[in-house]
């Protein structure tokens, strides 16, 4: 059996034991975890541990997030593919990379530049032209090319950061992890008619957001 045969079955396994039973329903979702080739966005030495249930360490202290969060964030924006979706926290790609197969373009922010280079090298590879990546402070946001449909954070801040509330659409989507340094909420943020709705989706455990309006370094 080749290495490639395995990730496959090992990818499809994670989407049928991992996604469906915890309720991950959205086709699109589904067809998206399917599809993207979760191994090629972790170290040479961890694509055996890939597709399981847990997080891994992707370097300068970061973590590629366990795939059913991946997953249940990625359902929660309710994506039909045409939205411009902002991403705070490019870490590994992963995430931008499945956000990429269901809408019409990421843009993605990314603090620490060597994991944001490996990042780009892999969505060039897989040919995931749709992701616009750039190094900055994600708290800030991207005003120019704001509003986003969706915003998804894969980092955990004490509040919602203002400017990124300010640069989603009406109506539009968000989805967040927010608490203190030890666990935190993942919260739906919603902005309709100019009201802003928010609802707890899930407890979970991130790393820092860290910028001007998030954790400081």
Known sequence: MSAV??????????????????????????????????????????????????????????????????????????????????????????????????CERVYTIERIDALLRQARKVFDRLRYYNIVSRIDDGTIGWPDQAPFDGILVTAAGPRIPEPLLEQLADPGRMVIPVGDQASQSLQLVEKREGEILVRTIEQVRFVNLIGAHGWQG
């Open 5 to 102: 045969s395995t990730f496959d079955i090992n990818r499809e396994r994670m989407v049928e034991e991992q996604l469906i039973p915890r309720g991950i329903s959205d086709p699109a979702t589904l067809a998206a975890m399917r599809t993207v080739p979760r191994h090629l966005f972790v170290q040479d030495a961890m694509q055996v541990q890939a597709y399981g249930d847990h997080p891994l360490p992707i370097g300068g202290g970061q973590t590629i997030s366990q795939p059913y969060i991946v997953a249940l964030m990625t359902q929660a924006l309710q994506l039909t593919g045409h939205e411009r979706v902002l991403e705070i926290g490019t870490g590994s790609g992963y995430q931008a990379a499945v956000l990429s197969r269901l």
